[in-house]
């Protein structure tokens, strides 16, 4: 054992503490540093005396590592007395900001523990094994740390739109089906604002209502998948917003359309769901795929399919459908874009084919804010990559099953500014060591 450690001092940086002695643990490749308070006074809080010794206690805890060995600290705690007979406070130990009683890190360790868990995207189990505890003692560093930065009003920002997007949150069990998150997206900055435990008019009512005022009035436009509760919500809780419907999921729309006139012309023709030679079923993705990625060849055996297993040419008019609908999104204004919608009304109502009828009403319903995106260009199509995030963490996480900490790494990760250290090059300083 090492004695004199006040070099090991200024290397752990561990304010108001001083290593009076070092051990290399040779077996576990951990540094046993024993440290004790620089404060060597006391004194009594109740009547101001000086206290006067009353001999030590240890406290062991881990630390962070120092040069990739991880770090135990043997905390020799000073207990005090009141040396005064007639004051009743008779004994106390000494405290620190660094180490809360009864802790098994140090607060900074607890911090790291919370940034590797939130933007670098550990798994809580590999923070806890890095750092030697048990989970539940990692996620509490996570949630101790994570909290107040998630909680602090100043990580809402002031975004002019924000997204509306649905995100499954448990993919279903025989005990529950799946469950819905909605997630809340700045569209200025594309940071995660939050994330709710459902898919519901309600909850984003209840949401919007939580926030302050003048958050809520910067708020021009909010860009929603054509979801009546969420269009409910957003009228009731930012009566100023204008909607803006993602040109995404209006796609999907059609495409969905499409999908259930292939399904049902299989089931009239061949009495049976699609199978891996049925005409349909070889073309089902390419007939979902924008019609300008398929080269001549493509398409002339997307046409030879439909002559073999689409007698009605419903399947053909709801291709054809999808492209009339896309084709708006081409158009370079809201006029246009309009001329072009009208033409994709009028070509569904004369198709007899049920499905176009009902997919041309449901466009017509919410118009509006579809023809928004011509003047706003607003999508949500920029949280994709949250989305992959979200898919990465929950694949961490194998499952949440408690929803508050799965929206606690979710805003950790995707809705947190962390700082991070500026390290300047080695190179054109010349620390004065030798001097
Ligand atoms: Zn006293």
Redesign the pocket.
Known sequence: MERDGSGVSALLGLDGFAVCAQLLEAATGEWWLAVETTEDRGW??????R?VGHGRRRVVVRDLPLADRPVVLVWSKRLWC???PV???RTWSEESDQIAPRAVLTERARAEIARRVGPDEHSVAQAARDFGVSWHAAMAAVRDHGRPRVDHLARLGAPSAVGLDETSFLAATAEHPTMLATGIIDLDSGRLVDVLPARSAVAVTDWLAAKPAPWLAGIRHVVIDPYQPYATAVAKGLPNARLVVDHFHVIRLANAALDEVRRRTQNDTLGHRGRKHDPLYRIRRRLLASHDRLDPTGFARVLAWLDAGDPQGEVGAAYLAKELLRETYLATNALEARRRLVAFYQYCTSSDVPELERLARTITRWEVPILRWHRTRLTNAATEGTNLIIKNIKRLGFGFRNFDNYRLRLLLRCGTPWQTRQVASIRPRHPRISA
């Open positions: 009594c809080e109740r009547c101001g005396i206290a009141c040396p005064e004051c009743p406070t």
